[in-house]
């Protein structure tokens, strides 16, 4: 099923930076999360990207159309049968190939592959852009025949250390945020570049109307009209966040002399609370005493 074909683009687009997808799944349907809402509608609409959905049940070669049988050897559950999952991503493969794309990569969405992150999310677009087209293969059930992971797939991507039902939902949060990245998908190009991960660091936090909600106030420095001084505080806090969630993140990137400022600022800080957090006990005991 082609929803959109990646054909003449806005004299701005070069046609060879279309991202092509193929999705691979028994539930079609619910890729309609995608390519009927927001941004990744939007961009669909304006044939930044193209997506066919190929259901392997057109080549279970049954009258009851089944795509899955027991696993040798026993045990719960049923196993995706190789035969119809390489006819459909063959099938694929050529869609992507009419679709302009001048080759493909199949990804299998599993909990066994490689975590997906912002810097894979970066070199998969890069390559969609270079008319590189992805078949995402969907599993469901307890997975699919080995056999296929072997002949078949490129690359296995992961989430998390987490079981879903289907590969579905990851291939929409695969294909969502590489769409992002795309030109002319976000409304504001700066907006993907301030995203989480985009530097490095989780993102600073945001604040709009009202000034005053619940008795918090908005920062002062937001309200200042110094674009300066509201850079060097986004920076500040993104980098106070990315510390205490994901300290992970800072010891594997590289600090300019502007954060290592900041992070020093952020440690002086942190110590004058902990004194002032210290006195206070010191004086409350003293007190009931």
Known sequence: MELAAAGETEETFAENEVARFACVTIFPEMFSALTQYGISRRALEAKL?????????????NAAQTVDDRPYGGGP????????????IESSKMALHAAGARKSRVLYLSPQGRLLDHARVMAISAQARQATGFVLL????????????????DE??????????????????LMDAVIRLLPRALGDAASAREDS????????????????????????????????????WRLKMALARTRKRRPDLLRNRAICAEETQLLAELLAEESAEQCGEHRLNKENSHESD
């Not at 990207?49 to 070669?61: E, H, I």
């Not at 989430?159 to 949060?173: I, K, N, Q, R, T």
Request: aromatic residues 8%; contains cysteine.
């Open 156 to 173: 296995e991507v992961s989430l998390g250390d987490f079981v879903l039902s289907g590969g579905e939902l990851p291939a929409m949060a």
């Open 197 to 232: 991960f985009a530097a490095g660091l989780l993102d600073c936090p945001h604040y709009t109307r009202p000034e005053v909600f619940l008795g918090q106030k908005t920062p002062e420095v937001l309200l200042s009209g110094d674009h300066g001084r509201i850079r060097r």
């Open 77 to 88: 559950g049923m196993v995706m049968r190789p035969e119809p999952l390489l006819a459909a």
């Open 49 to 61: 990207w193209s997506l066919t959905l190929v259901n392997p049940r057109s080549f279970s070669g």
């Open 138 to 153: 969907c599993g469901r059930y307890e997975g699919v025949d080995e056999r296929i992971l072997e002949t078949a797939i």
